[in-house]
Structure formats: C-alpha cells, structure tokens
C-alpha cells in the first residue's frame, strides 16, 4: 500500500472516530433531558426543514447578511462531493466523480461558482466584524476568536481546493470547466510537472486536514449549528403557534414543577443550546435588551448549553459531587440553571412577544424555556416580583386582575340591549369581552364600539357576563400554572354548558389562549379577534363606513395577534376602508413591530430597569407624525396611552382602538 494511502487512511480513521467519539458525547448528554415527543407529522416537519434549514428562509429577514450566510451554506452543501471525490483520491489515486458522465461537468462548474461565492462572503463576513461591527456580533474575546477561527478555516478550505484543482489541471492538461481554479495556474504553478505535483500534495494535504480539523472542532465550538440546525428545526414544534406545552398537574409521583436546572429541561430544549449560533438576531430583535433590561435570550440559551457541558458529564457518569471545587466555590452539584446562571430578574423582563422565535433562524424555542424556568420560580419558590401577588389574588378572588367585584363584569352594557347567553342559548357568537373589556373605563368605551358595530350589522350574538372569568394568559406566562388552569377549565366548564361554537374577542391574549391552549382542556371553539370578525362584516357589506375622517394614523402591531397569530392584514384593511385616512407605518411594523411592553404578564408589573418599553414604542409612533395612533389590544392601547402622556402628546394625538375609527366613521 502506497504511503501516502496508509497515512490517509490513518488520518481518515482518527479523524472519524474522534468525532464519533464527540458526537457520542453530545448525544449522551442530550438524553439528560426530559421526554418530548417531536416525531409527529413527519411531513409538515419536513417541510419546514426545506424551508426554514435549506430555504435559510428566515435569515433573509436581513437580506444582505442573509445573502452572505446562505451562499456559504449552500456553498458547503454543493461543494460536499468536492470533499468526497479528494478523500477519494486519497484511496484510490486519480479518483474523479466522473462516473456521474454527463452530469460532472455541470456539477463542476456549479461547484465552482460555489467556491467563488463562499470565498467572497467569508471575506465580507470578516470585513463586516471586524470593520463594520454590528452591535450584535460584539461578543466576548473568546466567542470572536472562535468566529474567526472558523471563518479563516472556510476561507483556507476553499483556496486549498482551488490550488489542488489548479495543479491537477496543469498536470493533466485537462481544464475540465473549472473556470475559477484555472485562474489560479499561474499563482500555483510554476510550469514543471514536479512543480505541479508538489502544489498538488501539499494543496490536497492541506485541504483534508483542514476539511478534517473543522469537522472535530465543531462540537466544541459555537459553531456546532453546523451540524445541529438541520435537526434542531426539524424538530421544532409543531404545537400551534405561540401555546405553550402544558404541565400535567395532577401526575402521580411529581414532586417538582417548571425548571430549575438543564435535567428539568427536554431534550429537545437542550439541543436548542446546543443549536444557539449565537448570531445575535434574538437579542437585537428583544425589547427589553433594547431598553436596557438584564433579559438577553441568546444569552438564556448560551447559559443553558454552559450548564449542560457543566454538569452534563458528571450525571453522565454518575458522579455526585465535584471533588476539584473549593470550599468557597459551589460545586457543579450546588449550583443550578437558575439563580447560579439565570436571575430572576432576567427572566421576569420577557414580555413573551416571541420576537426571538420569529427572529431565530434555526428556531431555537427560547419563550417556552423561560416560561417553565417561570414556573419553577412561582410553583416551587414562590419568587416573582412582588406587584404581582395583589393580580393573583384578585384572579383568585374576583376572577379579574383588578379588585372589581365578579359581579360588576357585565356593568359595561348597561343600556345596551346585550342578551346573556344564559337567555340566548340558540345565539350565533359569544363576544369574550374580557377583563379589560368589562373593567378598564377606557377599554370598556371599544367594548360598546364593537357591539354598536355589531348590532349595526345585525349579528346574533350575546355575553357570558358574570359567568366569564379572566382567560389565565397572563397567570399562565407569569408561571402560574396552577391558577391558570384553574381558569381555563373553568371557563371551558361554562362554554361546553353552553356547547358555544364561535366566540369573537377584542383581546389578542384572550384571542390567543381561546383559540390555541383551550383545545388541550377540551375547550375547541371557532375564535376570532374582533378586527378579523369587523374585516369580515365589511366584506359582507353589512358594514360600509361612510364618514370622512381626515386623519393620519399608525397602526401598532400586538405580538399576540401579530407574531403569534398572523394577524397582520385584517386591522389595516379597517382601517384603509374609511375614507380620508392616511396610513403610515412605523419603522418597526408587520412581524418585525416592538412590543408595547405589557406581554407575559408585565402588563401587571413594574419597569424598574433602564427606560420603559412602551415609552420606546411610542416614540416609534410619534415619529411617524400620525396624530392616532391605532390599537388592537387593550394591553397596548394602555401602553401607548400612557407613553402618550408621558410624552405630553396627549392634545396633540389619541390612542384608539381599530373598531372605534371604523364606528365613527360608519356613523352618518
């Protein structure tokens, strides 16, 4: 056996079995993890791979970085059999993939496009951080050398394979349409065959062992995305958008609720912190990272993947304690995800506005994680900011986060001419008025706007009145499992009574809960946000705006209709029907809007970090001159209020709700 085949053989053999080795290991500790089942619809799950892992679909939502990554990736994707055929060549000398006749030469020349592209992108991607510099790739010393470590090894790949191309054709004499690597004959090569022979070995060498190194350098770089991503959106959930996975509160033998260390975690959470590229995108897209909050999520799921190399290989093992540690240093085994690695107040900054899920572009869950890691600190610690125990005793109590009395929750329609649905039972929609809809003195004003509209357009439909109770969304993402479904089985108890088929909400969260969660509690109704329900009227004809209003509007997005929901469409289409309106957006609109600050039950809270988040958003709006600024959400219409005020735009501009502008101008 010729040496150079022996030596490569060795290398192969080393190669492969350490990085089985480290695989092994990777798996071993993804199986600390909790049970999830994410083998369902094979099909649907595929799909989104295409889309999502190959398409790089959502790194195009920044097109210019998108482009860069998208190129290097399909790069190495085309340029996989360029690998193969030179470990060929290392078995076997003179090795081609010309077998495939005529689909090589094609294949060849997409393969050197490819190197191209991949070249000019890793030159741009170092240009853009180290002299462009985005906030985002500011990382710390140890996570930039790793980044550059790995773009210099692409950078190496591809040259190496261009001078072992150059050199094969200058021995050969055969061009073989590789217009990019014949460029480099002259570079290469210096017009002898043993020249040409010694630029080949030392190029092939050197691009095996490089191919080789970065290939076991991954699992223990930030980069093991490269080899986790496909998976990691593969199984991404499949649950509808935005519901949150339930904990079975009445299992037996369950001591222990939410998370508190990475074996409370599923194995498919642990693999997102394996999957965490660290790029960025969730944080830059955070409203509370964007006002100066602790809360960063690429940092929640770095943290996770730094527990679990922490404590991973010790339960692994069995070990139970750390004989290495001091005696004024915790432990592996005394320290925990959250307190040691994650704060409270970290995790109590998310507004659960899913911007880093919409963001992620390997769909990392980081919304459900610190959710559960919420629900350890409420279900086992009782540790939440203190402001929020007056909201759970009033659910408790008045089934409303305010002190209003149950019994006031109908008040509203006093005059109205509205039926209970315990004296309609035969009755086509049940209106969710909702907590705010039945208590808050400005949203109450939408609640009588969105009947008025509908009894114009002559729907049957009727309340639940004192029978309602509040949908458990903020209990529920503030971590209270518990009292959440308290509520939600109460509340599916009394519609199932009522055997409702279609219920019609003003409130996204309601919207949101009714409609995705309740399924789970047997609670399966038809559910529409009441803008949809309005741009559905409107299309019937059975509600024609006929008032001019001559105003310039804005309209906010609510993550829970928009984000969670895709409700984009129906409130602009509102509000473009009345005539003399002047939409304009904000910068930041659509799927990429800000959050007004109030999700995840931080409506109920205070801000007592850096500056206040709906303070940001309506500076977002006033900046659009609009003099309304256009809600659909009662949480974000007193949001923007109240960032009016404090703005002293009050006289200036008004915050309406979407039904409000489309009843007055449906006024004669």
Known sequence: MPTKTLAFLLVLVASFSFFGYSVRKLVLLLRIGKEDDRFDAPWLRFKKMIIVAFGQSKLFREFIPGIMHALIFWGFVVLLLAVI????????PGFSLSILGPFYRPLIVVQEFFVGCVILSVLFALYRRYVIRPKRLIVDRRGQIDATLIL????????????????????TGNVESRFLSALFIPLFVGGTSETANVVY??????????????????????????????????????????????INLEEEGVEKFGVSDV??????????????????????????????????????????????????????????HDSNSTGTEKSSNQKSLVHDYITPEE?????????????????????????????????????????????FRNLESNFNPWAFSSSSRADWAEGLNVPLLANAPQTDVLFWVGCAGSFDNRYKKVS?????????????????????????????????EYLAQTLIKENVATLNKYKVKKIVTSCPHCFHTLKKEYPEF?????????????????????????????????????????????????????????????????????????????GGGRMWMEEKEGKRVNIERTEQALATNATVIS????????????????KEMSENVQVKDVSEILFESAQP
């Open 85 to 92: 055929e030179a470990i060929g060549q290392g078995v076997i």
């Open 263 to 320: 074996d409370d975690l599923t194995w498919k959470q642990l693999l997102d912190g394996y999957t965490c590229t660290e790029c960025g995108r969730c944080t830059e897209s955070c409203p509370a990272n964007l006002t100066g909050k602790l809360l960063s999520p690429r940092k929640i799921i770095v943290d996770i993947r730094k527990r679990l190399s922490e404590k991973g290989p010790s339960m692994i093992e069995g070990v139970t």
């Open 522 to 598: 047997g609670g399966n109704y038809e559910v529409m946000h009441h803008t949809d329900f309005l741009a559905q009227l409107l299309h019937e004809g059975r509600i024609k705006p006929v008032r001019e209003l001559n105003v310039n509007l804005t309209y906010h997005d609510s993550c829970y209709l928009g984000r969670y929901n895709d409700v984009y469409d129906a409130p602009r289409e509102l509000l473009e029907s009345v005539q003399g309106t002047n939409l304009v957006e904000m910068e930041k609109s659509r799927s990429k809007g800000m959050c007004c600050g109030a």
């Open 347 to 391: 995790l109590f900054a998310c507004t659960t506005c899913m911007a880093c899920v919409q963001e992620c572009p390997v769909n990392i869950e980081h919304v459900d994680a610190i959710v559960d890691m919420r629900r350890h600190l409420v279900l086992m610690e009782s540790n939440f900011p203190p402001e929020v125990q007056s909201l």
């Open 152 to 171: 210099v090894a692409i950078l190496l790949i591809m040259v190496s394979m261009l001078g072992q191309n150059a050199a094969r054709m200058d021995l």
């Open 631 to 646: 809600t659909a959400c009662p949480f974000c219409m007193t949001m923007m209020t109240d960032g009016v005020k404090a």
């Open 201 to 246: 070995e030392i190029c092939w060498w050197a691009h095996i062992v490089l191919v080789f190194g970065f290939l076991n350098y991954l699992p223990y770089s930030k980069h093991l995305h490269v080899l986790t991503s496909i998976p990691n959106v593969y199984f991404s959930s499949t649950r509808p958008k935005g519901a949150l996975r339930t």
């Open 448 to 480: 009588v706007a969105f009947t008025k509209l509908m009894q114009q357009a002559d729907v049957k439909f009727a309340i639940l009145g004192t029978e309602e109770k509040c949908s458990g969304d903020s209990a529920r993402r503030i971590g209270n």
